[in-house]
C-alpha cells in the first residue's frame, strides 16, 4: 500500500494521553481526509511497529477568548492507535 509520511502531523502530548503510553495506546493529530487504512499503513511504516487498533474522531473547535474578543480553534482528526503488545514508540527520551 502506498504511504504518505505527511498523513501523520504530530504526536498530541497531554497529561491523559501520557498516561495512555503505558496501556500502549497512542495519540496522533492526522490530515482531515485520511482513513484508518492509511493511518494504519503509515503508523507501521514510519515507527516500525505493528498496529492492533486505530479509533479516529474529529474534534470539535472549542471557544477561546482573548480579551474582549471571542473565536474558535481550529478543527482537526484524531487517531488513536493501539499496538500490540512487544511494539513500542519512543516518544520521550529514558
Not at 1 to 19: A, C, L, Q, S, V
Not at 62 to 82: E, L, M, N, Q, S
Request: glycine fraction near 2%.
Amino acid at each position: 500500500m502506498n504511504t504518505e509520511p505527511d498523513i501523520i502531523r504530530y504526536p498530541i502530548i497531554t497529561d491523559k494521553t501520557t498516561k495512555f503510553v503505558e496501556n500502549n495506546t497512542y495519540c496522533f493529530k492526522v490530515v482531515k481526509n485520511s482513513d484508518k487504512k492509511k493511518i494504519k499503513a503509515t503508523i507501521e511504516d514510519i515507527f516500525n511497529v505493528k498496529v492492533k487498533k486505530i479509533n479516529t474522531l474529529n474534534a470539535a473547535p472549542k471557544t477561546k477568548t482573548v480579551g474582549k474578543f471571542k473565536g474558535k480553534t481550529t478543527r482537526y482528526k484524531k487517531a488513536i492507535v493501539k499496538l500490540h503488545d512487544q511494539y513500542r514508540i519512543k516518544l520521550f527520551e529514558d
